[in-house]
């Protein structure tokens, strides 16, 4: 299930780690929860998510089950980012906004801030 990569993970591996430690830390969730819905080490979770390691589709759906989100969530961001990933405070940003975002149970609001968010993004450009 496992497969190692190269000492030089490529970019996809490492984007796709950090969108899962990105995610977990979403919904407070330990490495080693994680771990124990896999049925990995959290060792195995580390690694994952430093992009050391290569991650089977099988296992990456496995991930997004254990997470309650869709596989292309971990794809989310990498052709308009490139490799360039989340560091530091922006993943903590991030993790923030997702798990706040999640709290709202109103449909319509949250597609208004959707809405408003991306409006916001395209000034930026």
């Known amino acids: 299930m496992i497969e190692d990569v190269a000492p030089a993970s490529h970019p996809i591996d490492r984007h796709v780690g ?3 430690r990105l995610r977990r830390n ?41 997470l309650a989100t ?4 971990f794809f989310d961001g990498f052709a308009e980012g490139g490799a360039k990933g989340l560091t530091g405070l922006e993943d903590r940003d991030m993790a923030a906004l997702l798990r706040n975002f999640s ?3 109103d449909p319509l609001l949250q597609a208004e801030l959707r809405r408003f968010i991306a409006t916001l993004g395209e000034g930026a450009e």
């Open 70 to 73: 869709n596989p292309a969530f």
């Open 103 to 105: 709290r709202i149970r």
């Open 18 to 20: 950090v969108r899962i």
């Open 26 to 66: 979403a919904l407070r969730m330990s490495q080693g929860a994680l771990a124990a819905k896999l049925g990995v080490s959290f060792q195995a979770v580390q690694k994952y998510e430093a992009g050391t390691v290569r991650i089977s589709a099988s296992r990456l759906y496995d991930v997004a089950q254990a």
